[in-house]
């Protein structure tokens, strides 16, 4: 398995993780090679934990760091654990709090004992699983609000969690609360509700095998177009898809 970070397109400055089962761990390679201890040029550093951390990053008009990551807060993350890929999420309360990672169904995700490699990017940030570009065109991002421990925000809503094999296309929309529609009259509205407070994944089709379309904030007004007993055909955010309907509250 291998798994490609490509900045802003520039495959001189990407980096590649494959991972080798017999150290149950990955190996980074850059376009210079192999990534390795300089006290033991023989060796090849391998870790037991990449995350790829979606964040906003500012410059800060300084060419000694540049950049300026936002750190607290909450947003999707690309993990690799023991070989499988998990499209989760991270939240931070505070500064002084530990940033947590969570898995596809919102429950917090224990960490390999090893070390751990962790790449802050934004949304720009390009990642590919062998052959296949699983980016996410644009980032959930989430304020924790005060007296909460962090919202989850990863979520599988589906009785079957997201994976390579059922959602290849993994976008987030951007900032909770947007709707599109509410200004338009005689259209019916629903409202994001769930129990983790995690996005509520929009799917092309009726079941939670297709790909997702993008995924909703929690507490976002949606416009129904087809309401079911299972899946409900919505519109948000310029985007038509179906969402499981025990996550909405349906205005009327």
Request: proline share 3%.
């Amino acid at each position: 398995m291998q798994f490609s970070v490509i900045h802003k397109k520039n495959k001189d400055t990407s980096s590649t993780f494959s991972f080798d089962s017999t150290l149950n761990g990955y190996q980074r390679f850059v376009s210079t090679g192999a990534y390795y201890d300089y006290l033991n040029p023989a060796q090849i550093l391998s870790y037991s934990n990449v995350i790829v951390q979606r964040t906003k990053l500012t410059f800060n008009n300084s060419s000694m760091n540049p950049l300026l990551s936002e750190v607290v807060g909450s947003g999707a993350a690309d993990i690799l654990i023991s070989g499988q890929y998990i499209a989760g999420a991270w939240s931070r309360k505070s500064l002084t709090d530990c940033t947590v990672f969570y898995d596809q169904k919102g429950n917090e995700l224990a960490l390999q004992r090893g070390k751990s490699w962790i790449i802050i990017c934004d949304a720009d940030t390009e990642i590919v699983i062998g052959d296949i570009d699983v980016s996410m065109q644009n980032s959930l991002y989430a304020n924790v609000s005060e007296n909460e421990n962090g919202e989850k925000i990863a979520s599988s809503t589906e009785n079957q969690p997201d994976s390579q094999s059922n959602g290849n296309s993994a976008g987030f929309t951007e900032q909770p609360g947007k709707n599109t529609s509410a200004n338009q009259p005689n259209i019916n509205l629903a409202t994001i509700k769930v129990p983790n407070k995690g996005p509520l994944n929009m799917r092309e089709n009726d079941s939670g095998k297709s790909d997702i379309i993008t995924r909703i904030p929690n507490g976002s007004s949606v416009e129904v177009i087809d309401r079911g007993d299972e899946w409900t055909k919505i519109k948000y955010d310029g985007n038509i898809g179906y969402v499981m309907t025990n996550y909405l509250i349906f205005s009327k």
